[in-house]
Structures are given as C-alpha cells and as structure tokens.
C-alpha cells in the first residue's frame, strides 16, 4: 500500500501538462480532467454530492462558532470553565477552512473551487491534520475537566486551575507537532508550474520518508489509529460514563451537586463529548480499513462520508451552547443590546 492509497486527498503533479496553456483558455471540463485523471463521471457524483453539502455545513458552522466564540468569551470572565469551550471554537473555526481549502474543493465542480484547492491543498491538508490532533484532545481534556469538577468538586480548583490548564494546551500543541512531523516530511510541499492554471503551484511530494516505506504505512495506519481514534475514544467513553453517573446523582436530589448551572455545563458536555465519540468510532472504523488494506468498493464516497461527519463534528458545537446553556443565551441577547 503507497502513500496515495491511505490518503488519496493528497495532490498529485507531473510534467505533462500541455504547455501554452492559460488561464484564460482552459475550460472547467479540462479542470476536471486535470484534477481526476483516474476517476469517470459516475464515481465523481456522489463525491461532489457530498462536497456541496459539506461545503454548506462548513459555512453555517464558521458563523456559528465565530459568534459561538464571541460570546463564551465574555462568558469567561464569570466562570473559568468556559475557557476550553471558547478555544474549542476557535480551533473548529481554523479546522473547518483548513478541510474545505483541502479536501472538500477537490470535488466542488466549479472553476474557482478547484483552482483555490490547487493553490491551498498541500498547506491545508498537512496544518489541517496537524490541527485537528490538537481539536481531538482538547476535545478530551474538557471532558476530563468536568469530570473532575463533578467527581471531585473540592479539588477541582486546585486540580484545574489556569496555569495548570495552559500546561497542558502547551502539551497537547507540542504532541500534536511531533506526531504530525513523519507526515510533514514525507508529504512535504514543493514546488512547480502548472501549466494549465498559469501560475506557480505546490505539491505533496510522497518519493520519500524519513520512516521508511514499511516505516511510514505502519505510521498512518495503526499508528494513527491508536493515537487518534482508540486513545480519545476509550478517554472520552470513560468521561462520559462518569458524567452520566454524576448526573444522576444531582437528580437525586444531592443540594451540592444539583445547582442549575453545574447541571447545563453537565449536559453540554455529554453533548459534545457524545458526538465526538460517535465521529470517534467511524473514523475508527475507517482508519482500521486502511490499516488493514481493505479495497472497500466506492471508497472516494466512503472517504468523503467520513469527512462529511467530521465537518458535522466541527460545525455543530454552537447549537448545544444555544440548546443547553441559559447563561450563553443571556450574553448572546447582551451582544446586540445597545449599551444605553
């Protein structure tokens, strides 16, 4: 199995284009032609199907986790728990441009989209990875986090305080670098000129691997499988059964644990959590196809099934902000309130 074959998103480049020929000339069926030189029109429907609806989601939820973050931001200066959420956001926001400019545009059929996706591909594709390891485990670290505001409220201050809080971010961005670091190199932009676009371009260069061939296969498969799906997923299965169980406790009617903000943040959390732990166990299942080198029929509509729940994933937090949090609500009304 080569580098393609376990992530086919990546561009491919060669020197045989037709020379002469310009922006201005090359027609959007030449585009497409550049672009899937291997795949017929009956395997692009689907894909472009769901490229257009991702496409849209990914629009929606920008907005939404922009005025998501805007007001979780004034949320934080009452309650310190609502720090994570607000970077959850905005690492979402960063996420769900970097997948459009690199996975989702491949399949848009229009000019523009597939010119954007030339242009951005190779950088997006390799931050985006690199960033969405990083959304994964702050993804689990709120759930711990209310895990212990739950389970051991009198220590959770002193356990999730802030400087401890930024120690860890700063450990989850130095292990999302270095675990991302074998895919850098050996997808590694460079550089040459497309010929039908008329501009200097880059590309993903798979010819080599500081790992190896054998090294690098062992990497994006069950390497990444364990690191990026089972890990977080066992973590935030744990998490959540802990909430669930606190959760009923505060029903029975425990007066500390029972205040009506502790229960929504409760709720919220589940929400979130469940959701990723569901997107969790697909991609699982996905990554697992391609560890064991399954040649799943239509597997470009699987592929972008798969992406369509993770832009989902990305899209959808705001809603539970709205849907569960009072509080968030308030402050929301309090943006578009005159001062007077």
């Not at 309650?79 to 996420?95: E, F, P, Q, T, W």
């Not at 798969?306 to 809603?319: G, H, M, R």
Request: glycine share 4%.
């Amino acid at each position: 199995m080569n580098v393609y074959d376990a992530l086919p998103n990546v561009t491919k480049s060669d020197d045989t284009d037709t020379p002469g020929t310009t922006t201005a000339n090359i027609t959007l069926t030449e585009i497409r032609i550049i672009t899937n030189r291997d795949v017929n029109l009956s395997q692009q429907i689907g894909p472009e199907i769901i490229a257009w609806v991702s496409t849209v989601i990914a629009t929606c939820g920008l907005f939404g986790n922009i005025l998501g973050a805007a007001v979780l931001h004034r949320m934080q200066k009452t309650n310190g728990n609502i720090r994570l959420l607000k970077y959850l956001s905005l690492v979402d926001i960063a996420l769900l441009i970097l997948f459009v400019l690199g996975a989702t545009l491949e399949y848009v059929n229009t000019y523009s989209a597939i010119t954007i996706y030339f242009i951005f591909h190779p950088f997006a594709y390799l931050l985006g990875m690199t960033v969405y390891t990083f959304e994964i485990y702050l993804t689990v670290l709120i759930a711990i986090q209310r895990c212990i505001a739950i389970a051991l409220p009198f220590k959770s201050e002193s356990l999730m305080r802030a400087s401890v809080i930024n120690t860890i971010l700063g450990c989850i961005a130095l292990f999302s670098v270095a675990f991302s670091v074998p895919l850098w190199l050996a997808l590694r932009p460079r550089p040459y000129w497309k010929k039908e676009l008329n501009m200097h371009l880059f590309y993903a260069n798979p010819a080599t691997s500081p790992l190896g061939e054998e090294g690098f296969t062992v990497y994006i498969g069950p390497v990444m499988l364990v690191f990026r799906c089972l890990i977080p997923l066992i973590i935030l299965v744990t998490c959540n059964i802990i909430l669930v169980i606190s959760r009923r406790r505060m029903n029975s009617g425990n007066p500390q644990l029972s205040d009506r903000g502790s229960v929504q943040l409760t709720i919220l959390t589940l929400a979130i959590t469940s959701k990723s732990v569901l997107t969790h166990v697909v991609s699982a299942l996905h990554r697992l196809s391609i560890a064991m080198d399954f040649n799943l029929p239509n597997g470009h509509v699987i592929q972008m099934i798969v992406l369509l729940l993770v832009v989902i994933d990305f899209s959808t937090n705001f809603i539970f902000y709205y849907a569960f949090g009072n509080s968030f609500l308030k402050h929301l009304k309090s943006c578009f309130r005159s001062n007077d």
